[in-house]
């Protein structure tokens, strides 16, 4: 009998250990919400289309706030290489998603995750006209690239391209 007890007070521990751990996980994870664009941005529509093109490294997350009841989360980017337009030194690169206080979650955007600091990315800028070190993506999430090695992927689209391959389209198209 005392085996018996033994076994379903272990039993009722490991339940409720493992339900915890799998309460620690739900809720850690990020909201996935689905975008629906009119247009998915091709890279040359794209270079003719932003006003400025780089190649930056994340340097710190700012913070994130709400605007038209989603959150954004605003990143310093250190440009490394100017491929169109010059922008020197850093500047802030607004992303949409982001933690949401109202719900206690990151947002995020289909395949498009927030940037973390040290990653390295091919942007397509648009200026933001009443903030002057301020931009964000010119096709949102889809004119995206994360850098890694020689390779380009699209993190919204999860498609990948050569860095240069990607070059030499802006290089025609800007």
């Known amino acids: 009998m005392k085996k018996i007890l033994k076994f379903f007070s272990y039993g009722i521990i490991v339940t409720v250990f493992g339900l915890f751990g799998f309460y620690k996980y739900i809720t850690s994870q990020p909201v996935v919400v689905h975008a629906s664009y009119a247009e998915i941005m091709s890279p040359e529509k794209a270079a003719a289309q932003a006003d400025n093109i780089v190649i930056g490294r994340v340097v710190k997350n700012l913070g994130t706030y709400q605007e038209n009841m989603f959150p954004y989360t605003d990143f310093e980017i250190q440009v490394e290489k100017n491929l ?81 391959g990607l070059e030499k389209i802006i290089a025609q198209h800007k």
């Open 84 to 164: 169109k337009g010059v922008i020197n030194g850093n500047f802030v690169f607004a992303q949409e998603g982001g933690y949401d206080k109202d719900i206690g979650k990151t947002i995020q955007f289909d395949n498009y995750k927030i940037f973390t600091p040290g990653e390295r990315y091919l942007l397509f800028l648009k200026k933001y006209s009443d903030e002057p070190a301020k931009y964000y993506s010119v096709g949102s999430g889809p004119t995206v690239y994360k850098l890694e090695g020689d390779k380009a992927l699209n993190m919204f689209l999860q498609r990948s391209l050569t860095l240069d």
